[in-house]
């Protein structure tokens, strides 16, 4: 048994814990960092990544089999899901390797093995204790299921459903959030066919009710079979299929069932409880300043109640990192965290929802720009368009975005929600011609009173 001091000691590598590592370094901080796994978490290899590398393929496979709209002639052979697994390693693979090197260039001290927080400022690994002055817990989340749904099988989550070596002919997809939608987006594009179940009125349902309304009619025109409203009540597997039972008394036979409900805190049986930690429904509570409720002790990422984001994650380690170094860095406002979900077509937000601008207003003031007037989005031939909500004689407190490629624009559109811009101060901004950026320009010309490319 060894005892090694630092100033940090921080439990999980994931986007909260290694960016909290990295900048904690920066400053000049004694790191310990400690993984049972893979440095990178949930983001890198079971997350973030390999999904946006299954989406890109799945494009890949759309462009091919659409050739013809565009007078190319192409045709989809087929999906080769050794390969398409292949590049999505391989990105994995040198995306892990560039954060090893960046580990080490930044001097962290990295553990490998299960911690468990003693407290009041230890953990141990394999009989080993580190001792921080200041310890971070970082130890992510997990893919939730429902009560008597049990995980096997034909029955997974996206844990299993991003290692496939095959394409399912028939799926149904539980839950139509960001997770949900995306898988059902990839295997829409592979040839499968998909069914989404969602308990809730409509897809997305975190989203303005105007974004869900564009994915569902997006989703129905490519083929992408949905049951909103619905509540799942059971599934029987058996060699051949799996069967899904709704509420509706209808059932739906299937290959595979992806239960994507959701994500819980993982905090079981790493010593919170024991230690003191607060919690509710397993999730460490901390204040604005990511403090728990033990002196010197924080918690970062999808631990922490909240958008189960890694740019969250990765903001809430390098505030921890800064708050400890002394600098007193300004306390994360969580609603100007952006949102993107990479289905075809994605859907990007930041602020609020139309419903809940009214809600904190008592009115707000929209407007939706389609994209029908972007030649970009023409030329890519993609639908959708971009909301803009302003509080009364306010600023612009939310944006939502639908379409192909959006995504990207949320860089922009967290810039004017975050600086609190009114559409006067972002009307003369110039947005180059033609790209899918002159859409937020137009929407805000508009909204300003001067529109340009606007019908009716
Ligand atoms: C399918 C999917 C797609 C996603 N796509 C996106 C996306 O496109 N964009 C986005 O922003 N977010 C996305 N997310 C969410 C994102 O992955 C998480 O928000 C992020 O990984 C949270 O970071 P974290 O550091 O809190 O936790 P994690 O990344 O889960 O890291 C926690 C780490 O702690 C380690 N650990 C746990 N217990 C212990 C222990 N006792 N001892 C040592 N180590 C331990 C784990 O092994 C893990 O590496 C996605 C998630 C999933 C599942």
């Given at each position: 048994m060894t005892d090694t001091s630092a100033d940090l000691v921080i439990l999980g590598g994931g986007s909260g814990g290694y960016a909290c590592a990295f900048r904690a370094a920066e400053l000049g901080l004694s790191?310990?960092?400690?993984?049972?796994?893979?440095?990178?978490?949930?983001?890198?290899?079971?997350?973030?990544?390999?999904?946006?590398?299954?989406?890109?393929?799945?494009?890949?496979?759309?462009?091919?089999?659409?050739?013809?709209?565009?007078?190319?002639?192409?045709?989809?052979?087929?999906?080769?899901?050794?390969?398409?697994?292949?590049?999505?390693?391989?990105?994995?693979?040198?995306?892990?390797?560039?954060?090893?090197?960046?580990?080490?260039?930044?001097?962290v001290t990295l553990v490998e093995g299960a911690g468990t927080f003693v407290g009041p400022n230890t953990v141990e690994v394999n009989g080993d204790r580190y001792i921080g002055k200041n310890v971070v817990l970082a130890t992510g989340s997990f893919a939730r299921s429902l009560p008597g749904l049990e995980i096997g099988g034909r029955i997974i989550t996206s844990d299993q459903a991003l290692n496939l070596d095959y394409?399912?002919?028939?799926?149904?997809?539980?839950?139509?959030?960001?997770?949900?939608?995306?898988?059902?987006?990839?295997?829409?594009?592979?040839?499968?066919?998909?069914?989404?179940?969602?308990?809730?009125?409509?897809?997305?349902?975190?989203?303005?009710?105007?974004?869900?309304?564009?994915?569902?009619?997006?989703?129905?025109?490519?083929?992408?079979?949905f049951k909103t409203g619905v509540r799942f009540t059971g599934a029987v597997q058996s060699e051949a299929n799996v069967t899904v039972s709704l509420e509706s008394g209808e059932s739906l036979e299937a290959d595979l069932l992806l239960v994507a409900v959701g994500r819980g805190p993982n905090s079981a049986g790493h010593g919170y409880e024991e230690a003191g930690v607060t919690m509710e429904r397993g999730f460490v509570i901390t204040d604005e300043r990511l403090r728990t409720n033990l002196p010197n002790v924080y918690a970062v990422g999808d631990l922490v109640p909240g958008l189960q984001l890694a740019h969250r994650g990765f903001q809430q380690g390098i505030f921890v990192a800064e708050d400890i170094a002394g600098q007193n860095p300004k306390v994360i406002d969580e609603s100007g965290i952006p949102k993107v979900t990479y289905c075809n077509p994605e859907v990007a937000s930041v602020g609020l929802t139309e419903a809940a601008a009214k809600e904190k207003y008592g009115s707000a003031e929209t407007y939706v720009y389609s994209l029908a007037g972007n030649g970009k989005s023409q030329i890519l031939k993609t639908s959708g368009g971009v909301k803009l909500v302003k509080a009364p004689d306010g600023p612009v407190v939310g944006i939502t975005l639908v379409g192909e490629r959006v995504g990207e624009l949320i860089g922009e559109a967290q810039l004017i929600y975050n600086w609190e811009a009114f559409p006067e101060d972002v009307a003369p901004l110039i947005h180059a011609h033609p790209t899918q950026t002159e859409a937020l320009g137009e929407a805000f010309l508009a909204l300003a009173g001067k529109p340009l490319h606007v019908h009716g």
């Open positions: 790191v310990v960092l400690i993984e049972k796994d893979k440095l990178g978490g949930t983001c890198l290899h079971r997350g973030c990544i390999p999904t946006k590398a299954l989406l890109h393929a799945a494009e890949v496979a759309d462009s091919a089999r659409d050739g013809d709209q565009f007078g190319v002639k192409s045709s989809l052979e087929g999906i080769d899901m050794a390969g398409v697994n292949s590049y999505k390693d391989g990105i994995i693979g040198g995306l892990y390797k560039g954060l090893q090197g960046l580990a080490k260039a930044n001097k394409v399912p002919d028939r799926v149904v997809v539980l839950g139509g959030g960001v997770i949900g939608v995306e898988f059902a987006s990839v295997w829409r594009s592979f040839g499968a066919d998909v069914t989404i179940v969602e308990a809730l009125p409509r897809l997305v349902p975190l989203e303005d009710e105007w974004a869900s309304k564009q994915l569902e009619r997006a989703f129905r025109k490519r083929g992408i079979k």
